[in-house]
């Protein structure tokens, strides 16, 4: 009879923030098209190791399941991306999962994003309407500006980008490729405009635009492809000019 085949993973874990960090492998049976999440699930409903030992079940973050959510982040054979897109036909075996070292680890694959989320709320990433009143129709913007801008709004939060940034760390402040290609996003609208001197004064300061180093290693990991150093260079320009209408303290430079 042929032997089963099966699938080893060897996953970081960690019980709480506090604690050491420590090494589980598991094999679970091999079957075609699954993918990373369907293996976590198949480890949750039998945690036992693959020498053997009952464990405890894997925790990992997960919502909609179709790369749109980026809740289930993670580094997979080295490289952060989604696992519910991450096909284990097509990794390298064994399996290697870990969380994502940017962020502080809740437990196992779990991590806190809240630094991202936090850079969103300084550079005021949202469109400011006040009142709940029917202020009717707003501006239209043209199609072709919609179309890009379109690319930008893809972004999903899901932290990849900073993951692989060299730049962000704990010793940096630095705000990161997301929250900056959103700045751009959002100063592109015709209401967000309205803001958009602030937000660019914002990323001119500590943890902006200045921390960025250019390595471009968001870019290749960003998993809806967002142009984030295209975003990076157009925000350098309008900083330069954003710096002039500062210093000749006009807004019709």
């Known amino acids: ?18 604690s050491a960090p420590y090494k589980e492998e598991f094999d679970i049976p091999y079957r075609p098209n699954l993918n990373v999440i369907a293996a976590l699930m198949e480890i949750r409903r039998n945690p036992v190791t693959a020498d053997g030992k009952k464990t405890t079940p894997v925790a990992w973050e997960m919502n909609c399941l179709e790369e749109v959510c980026g809740a289930c982040s993670m580094v997979i054979n080295g490289k952060p991306r989604q696992s519910c897109s991450a096909i284990v036909d097509q990794l390298e075996q064994p399996i290697r999962l870990e969380p994502m070292k940017t962020f502080p680890v809740v437990r196992d694959l779990i991590v806190d994003r809240s630094r991202m ?17 029917d202020l009717g129709p707003g501006p239209r913007m043209p199609e072709v500006k919609r179309q890009w ?22 010793r940096s402040g630095f705000i990161g490729p997301a929250p900056l290609s959103q700045v751009r996003l959002f100063n592109a609208h015709p209401t967000g405009a309205m803001h958009k001197a602030e937000r660019l004064q914002t990323i001119m300061g500590d943890g902006g635009l200045a921390n960025c180093g250019n390595s471009q290693n968001c870019v290749q990991v960003c998993p809806k492809g967002i142009p984030l150093t ?3 260079a157009a925000l350098n320009r309008d900083t330069t000019i954003q710096s002039f209408k500062n210093f000749f303290g006009s807004d019709k430079v």
């Open 1 to 18: 009879m042929a032997e089963k085949k099966t699938i080893r993973f060897i996953i970081t874990r960690q019980d709480n923030p506090n």
């Open 117 to 133: 989320f936090d850079a969103l709320k300084k550079v005021k990433a949202w469109i400011p309407i006040d009142g709940s009143y």
């Open 149 to 170: 801008a379109y690319e930008l709004a893809k972004c999903m939060t899901c932290g990849c980008c900073l993951e692989a940034c060299p730049n962000v760390n704990d």
């Open 230 to 232: 295209t975003s990076i």
